[in-house]
Every structure is written in structure tokens, then in C-alpha cells.
């Protein structure tokens, strides 16, 4: 018995048509950040009791601005499609669209912030 057209096998898409890209994305997401979160560490770790001109000094160069820009994107990026996956997965109705939005706002808000504020300070 199949369970899938001839058209759909063809294309590769099951019923979901997007859990694959889904979890890939949050594979990549999820090495990048394995390499990404020892570096930030580093970058922050020494500048961690520092006034605040060491501070502005230390993110002015562009690798710790780097470091600090892209770990805060991939993150809060993993952090969106993972919650995306649970909240997909454990709820329904008005609860699901409510929770979704509301997630997506606060992930791209706090995207934003953190990437205004270290490239404030690195300009």
C-alpha cells in the first residue's frame, strides 16, 4: 500500500512538505553555534569586569564585533525555528497562532536590539 503519489515521491515531499528543511536548518544552526558560543565566550569573558571604555575598545575591532553579531543571528535564529518546532508540535486552535506571533516578535525584537547595539558600538 503507498501512501504517496507517484508525484509527490517525484518531488520529495511527504504530507508536512517542510519538516525536513526545518530540521536541517536547525542542525546547521546548531554546529555553527557549537563553534560560534566558545568564541563569544572568549571575546566576552575578557572584557567581563572592564570599564566601559575598555568595553566599546574591545568591541570597536571588527573580529570580536563579528563574533558577537553573528552569534547573537544564529542564536536567536535557532532559538525561533526550535520554539516554531515545539510550538507546532504541542498545541492547536487560536493558542498555536497566538503563541507563534508573539514568539516571532520577540525573537526578531531582541535580534534587532542586539544587532543595533554592537554595531553602535563598533561604529
Known amino acids: 500500500m ?3 503519489t507517484d508525484r509527490k515521491r517525484a518531488l520529495g515531499l511527504g ?16 554546529v555553527a553555534l557549537a563553534g560560534l558560543i566558545p568564541a563569544f565566550v572568549l571575546v566576552f569573558g575578557r572584557t567581563l569586569g572592564g570599564s566601559h571604555e575598555e ?23 535557532h532559538f525561533r525555528k526550535g520554539a516554531q518546532t515545539a510550538i507546532d508540535d ?16 520577540v525573537s526578531y525584537t531582541a535580534m534587532a ?11
Request: include cysteine.
Open 2 to 4: 503507498r501512501y504517496l
Open 113 to 123: 536590539a542586539g544587532l543595533y547595539a554592537v554595531i553602535r558600538i563598533a561604529m
Open 15 to 30: 504530507a508536512a512538505k517542510s519538516g525536513t528543511e526545518d530540521h536541517w536548518i536547525l542542525i546547521v544552526t546548531g
Open 55 to 77: 568595553v566599546v575598545a574591545t568591541f570597536s575591532r571588527p573580529f570580536p564585533a563579528l563574533v558577537a553579531l553573528l552569534t547573537l543571528w544564529v542564536g536567536l535564529y
Open 90 to 105: 504541542y498545541t492547536r486552535g487560536i493558542r498555536r497562532t497566538i503563541l507563534l506571533i508573539a514568539m516571532i516578535c
